[in-house]
């Protein structure tokens, strides 16, 4: 059996920095990846906190720490946490998509942006997305997802799982680690004889490989889809902003659409 893991080349600049950081602060898993990709790509020493005080992130003000955290991992924090606002309403906590684009461009003093993907059909759109940043490496675009972990496969794939799926026999799903909105990184694909799958990038270094699992395409697409749901999810295509009219009318070619999407968080707190 053949099998051929490729990563986007140009994460070589943003892997380090992932391992340094370890465990994301609890319920900043956007600002997490936005303060390393700005790290990596921008020079730029921002922490997750700050980026999550230009993203108007919430916190909860209230509840047990086993609500939000996935087993396994204990709470952590950064400089400034207590800063964040906070409501009482779990359900509402986290980031909006639309925070974090105003976040990325203005801590980047407008050098980089996220574009916004939605499309119909995800599996579809993955493979497109997957090839057109192969294809072209210049522009060294990131896919952020922004998906529900309700629908991910178990993070911990045996060796006999990973065989037998990849060459397209059938397999029950492991169950998920954990059922939350979450922001993660679509980092490679793993091909098989018979099938594939995702390479995902985790803020939690103990899902699969420090922190990298692997996903089937039908899971992957469904996190972000969230049917049943009444959240939405999407890909948020980190770029810098020179390159944003360049990439639009391919995406848009690939079916794509560029607009945000409403994870459950607000952008902010009216008082």
Same mark, same amino acid.
């Given at each position: 059996?053949?099998?051929?893991?490729?990563?986007?080349?140009?994460?070589?600049?943003?892997?380090?920095?992932?391992?340094?950081?370890?465990?994301?602060?609890?319920?900043?898993?956007?600002?997490?990846?936005?303060?390393?990709?700005?790290?990596?790509?921008?020079?730029?020493?921002?922490?997750?906190?700050?980026?999550?005080?230009?993203?108007?992130?919430?916190?909860?003000?209230?509840?047990?720490?086993?609500?939000?955290?996935?087993?396994?991992?204990?709470?952590?924090?950064?400089?400034?946490?207590?800063?964040?606002?906070?409501?009482?309403?779990?359900?509402?906590?986290?980031?909006?998509?639309?925070?974090?684009?105003?976040?990325?461009?203005?801590?980047?003093?407008?050098?980089?942006?996220?574009?916004?993907?939605?499309?119909?059909?995800?599996?579809?759109?993955?493979?497109?997305?997957?090839?057109?940043?192969?294809?072209?490496?210049?522009?060294?675009?990131?896919?952020?997802?922004?998906?529900?972990?309700?629908?991910?496969?178990?993070?911990?794939?045996?060796?006999?799982?990973?065989? &037998?799926?990849?060459?397209?026999?059938?397999? &029950?799903?492991?169950?998920?680690?954990?059922?939350?909105?979450?922001?993660?990184?679509?980092?490679?694909?793993?091909?098989?004889?018979?099938?594939?799958?995702?390479?995902?990038?985790?803020?939690?270094?103990?899902?699969?490989?420090?922190?990298?699992?692997?996903?089937?395409?039908?899971?992957?697409?469904?996190?972000?889809?969230?049917?049943?749901?009444?959240?939405?999810?999407?890909?948020?295509?980190?770029?810098?902003?020179?390159?944003?009219?360049?990439?639009?009318?391919?995406?848009?070619?690939?079916?794509?659409?560029?607009?945000?999407?409403?994870?459950?968080?607000?952008?902010?707190?009216?008082?």
């Amino acid at each position: 059996m053949q099998l051929n893991l490729t990563l986007y080349p140009y994460l070589e600049a943003l892997l380090p920095r992932h391992e340094k950081a370890g465990q994301q602060p609890d319920n900043l898993c956007g600002p997490y990846w936005v303060a390393l990709l700005l790290q990596a790509y921008g020079q730029l020493g921002v922490s997750a906190v700050e980026v999550a005080l230009a993203a108007s992130t919430l916190l909860p003000s209230q509840g047990d720490p086993e609500n939000w955290l996935p087993p396994g991992a204990t709470s952590r924090f950064g400089a400034g946490y207590d800063r964040l606002p906070t409501v009482p309403n779990l359900e509402i906590c986290g980031t909006a998509i639309t925070g974090l684009m105003q976040a990325t461009e203005q801590l980047s003093h407008g050098r980089f942006c996220l574009l916004p993907l939605q499309i119909n059909n995800w599996i579809v759109g993955l493979a497109s997305l997957f090839d057109l940043c192969q294809t072209h490496p210049e522009w060294q675009a990131v896919p952020l997802l922004n998906v529900h972990t309700s629908y991910f496969w178990g993070s911990r794939l045996t060796p006999l799982q990973l065989l &037998t799926y990849l060459q397209g026999e059938p397999l &029950t799903s492991p169950a998920a680690d954990w059922k939350v909105g979450h922001f993660a990184l679509l980092a490679g694909q793993l091909q098989g004889d018979a099938a594939d799958l995702y390479a995902v990038l985790d803020t939690y270094p103990h899902f699969g490989w420090q922190g990298l699992h692997l996903q089937p395409p039908a899971a992957l697409a469904a996190a972000l889809q969230r049917p049943d749901l009444p959240t939405e999810g999407g890909i948020a295509l980190f770029i810098e902003s020179e390159r944003r009219s360049q990439l639009i009318p391919l995406l848009e070619k690939a079916a794509f659409r560029i607009e945000p999407w409403d994870n459950g968080t607000p952008d902010s707190v009216k008082e």
